[in-house]
């Protein structure tokens, strides 16, 4: 796949990328690779990210290498291959898939059009982000956020300093943690705990093997399980059963003020938790009732 003078023109490629490409390249035209290696060679992200957006993945190409060093920026056309694993002093970012034998990291983001695996730990000193799923076999560790259009699947915990977000599911085999918010459009699984700075929502269920903790809210459209407690900042609401561990509570509102109370700091489920201490309980009849009566 080529780049060429004409392609950017088209684009509306800034002037001075423009005229960088015409002096890198004065025959008007180069192979996508080559032109991503340059970019990154002479520390032009922005422009590297701009052709990406603008050109896509290449669906045919394939870079594989034998340890991921000595780059401070690695940008790939279509997919990247690793055989072992290793790291990037900033950018790291594929077209398509990126695959790893063991452990990768990069000192800014890791991007995928498709999927991040990786046989040991994925880490990024910003962001992870993959169009599909991200797969690894011990922990997945962001400074800012992390998101995948399908699922986060980690052997080991998965911490975000930011939120994490996943189209599917997110499973870690231990615990799961971010500065933010926790948001899977199917279930939210942990071996240990489950905690966020802000909200948590699944569209499915939500089950930790210890605790659950939210400063907002928390949200399941099946059941809440913890082996521990189960703490909102705000308040909590299941489609099935909210259940947290033998001799443990449920609290909810712990951020509300008295005031507001009866508004944000309600418990909503198919029967009531055994265990509530603090929250107001909403029967599921009166939550029926109070929907009817906003729509009348």
Sequence with gaps: MKITKTQLKDWNACRDGYEWFLRRFPEGEAEYQDVL??????????????LMNHAGPDAQAVLEIEVLAGYKHLFVAGSLVVK????????????????????????RSIVAGR????????????????????????????GEGIVAGRSIVAGRGIEAGWGI?????????????????????????????????????A????????????????????GIKAGRGIEAGEGIRAGWGIEAGEGMGVFAGLCVCVNQWSLYAQVIASAKPKNLISGVWVE???EINRKHDNHV
């Design 115 to 142: 999927s991040i695996v990786a046989g040991e730990g994925i880490e990024a000193g910003r962001g992870i982000e993959a169009g599909r799923g991200i797969k690894a076999g011990r922990g997945i560790e962001a």
């Design 84 to 107: 072992k694993g290793g790291s990037v002093t900033a950018w790291l970012r594929a077209g398509r898939s990126i695959v790893a034998g063991e452990g990768i990291e990069a000192g």
């Design 203 to 222: 569209g499915r269920g939500i089950e930790a093997g210890e605790g659950i903790k939210a400063g907002e809210g928390i949200r399941a459209g099946w």
């Design 37 to 50: 290696n340059a970019l990154a060679e002479n520390d032009r992200t922005d422009d590297a990210h701009w």
């Design 165 to 201: 977000e996943a189209g599917w599911g997110i499973e870690a085999g231990e615990g799961i943690e971010a500065g933010r918010g926790i948001e899977a459009g199917r279930g939210i699984v942990a071996g240990r705990s489950i905690v966020a700075g802000r909200g948590i929502k």
């Design 284 to 286: 599921p009849i009166i």
